[in-house]
C-alpha cells in the first residue's frame, strides 16, 4: 500500500516542501535602509493627541515625523552646547 519506513510527519514535510518552494514573510531590508534602534516614551494623552495631530498636518508617516523632530532636537541641543 505504501513505503512504512517513512512516518506520516516525514511525509507531510515533504509534500509541505514542495508545494511551499517560495520563502514566506517579509522580504529582507537592505543594510543600507535598516533601522534596528527603537526610542519608547509615555505621553500623557493629551500629548499624544497634540502629536498626532501635528502629524495628520504633516501628511508624513508616523515614524517619519516622530524621527525627524527628533534629529532637529538633537541638532538645535547640540548647536546651543
Do not use: C
Not at 22 to 45: D, S, Y
Not at 66 to 79: C, Y
Request: hydrophobic share 40%.
Amino acid at each position: 500500500m505504501y513505503d512504512t519506513n517513512y512516518d506520516l510527519s516525514t511525509v507531510i514535510f515533504v509534500i509541505h516542501k514542495e508545494i511551499m518552494k517560495t520563502k514566506m514573510g517579509r522580504p529582507k531590508v537592505p543594510k543600507a535602509k535598516f533601522r534596528g534602534i527603537l526610542i519608547q516614551a509615555r505621553l500623557m494623552p493629551e500629548e499624544n493627541r497634540a502629536i498626532n495631530e501635528a502629524i495628520r498636518r504633516s501628511k508624513q508617516a508616523k515614524s517619519e515625523w516622530i524621527r525627524k523632530a527628533l534629529l532637529t532636537a538633537a541638532g538645535s541641543d547640540k548647536s546651543a552646547s
